[in-house]
């Protein structure tokens, strides 16, 4: 069975920090996808990124970035220099390679930056 | 493209009563799920479907129906609502594309059982 663990249940920051999300997964499968989605107050799920298990380079985009890492089965997401915009709800997925698209949430993280 | 859309936005049932959350895709994505967020939770996968014809149970399936008549649509059917089925409903739709499964999600229905 798949399962995907964010132990962070808030984390609340001043504007210019960064703040570190963890995200821990387990599954059998050698082949699956990772994910982050973003849910703003407004509700909606905004995708953020998508890494299949054989690609462990880690990546950056804009102030954010992802560290991968198979060993530990672990899917880091930072957030660098936050802004009050980043305040959301932000969601670690998984998806197994035959599980037809499905995905596995974990439970969330809220993440708080005030001016 | 629309994308995904979901009717209603909001909806107010009473105890007993039944209705269809509606979700249509217009991208001919041949796999659809629905999912469930409760306060301060992920999602929860209730049911999903592999194409036209196919459906099957996800983690949380019961008090709910769903059929799959068409590519585009993928009803869900609550019968005799229950305060436990107060959430927010999201429908997705995905497709196996170059790098694996893109889904995109509808932006929500939030549902109220009193």
């Known amino acids: 069975a798949q399962k995907v663990t964010q132990a962070q249940t808030e984390i609340s920051v001043v504007e210019k920090e960064d703040v570190t999300l963890d995200c821990v997964y387990e599954t059998r499968d050698t082949t699956y996808y990772l994910f982050w989605y973003k849910q703003p107050p407004s509700g909606e799920l905004v995708f953020l990124i998508r890494r299949n298990s054989f690609d462990e380079q880690n990546e950056i985009s804009g102030r954010y970035s992802w560290n991968f890492q198979k060993s530990t089965s672990s899917f880091n997401f930072t957030i660098t220099a936050s802004q009050v915009v980043d305040s959301a709800v932000y969601f670690c997925?998984?998806?197994?390679?035959?599980?037809?698209?499905?995905?596995?949430f974990g439970a969330g993280t809220q993440v708080v930056v005030t001016p | 493209n629309a994308g995904v859309t979901q009717t209603p936005k909001f909806r107010i049932l009473k105890i007993g009563q039944s209705m269809t959350l509606q979700c249509t895709q217009d991208?001919?994505?041949?796999?659809m799920y629905w999912y469930r967020q409760d306060p301060g939770m992920g999602l929860k996968l209730i049911y999903y479907?592999?194409?036209?014809?196919?459906?099957d149970k996800g983690e949380v399936p019961n008090g709910y129906n769903v059929s799959r008549s068409t590519t585009e649509d993928f009803p869900l059917r609550l019968e005799l609502a229950a305060p436990s089925q107060t959430s927010v409903y999201f429908c997705?739709?995905?497709?196996?594309?170059?790098?694996?499964?893109?889904?995109?999600f509808g932006p929500g229905t939030r549902l109220t059982v009193t």
């Open positions: 997705a739709s995905s497709d196996v594309g170059t790098s694996g499964y893109e889904q995109y």
């Open positions: 997925a998984l998806s197994e390679t035959r599980s037809w698209g499905k995905l596995q």
């Open positions: 991208m001919n994505h041949n796999y």
């Open positions: 479907s592999v194409g036209a014809g196919i459906t």
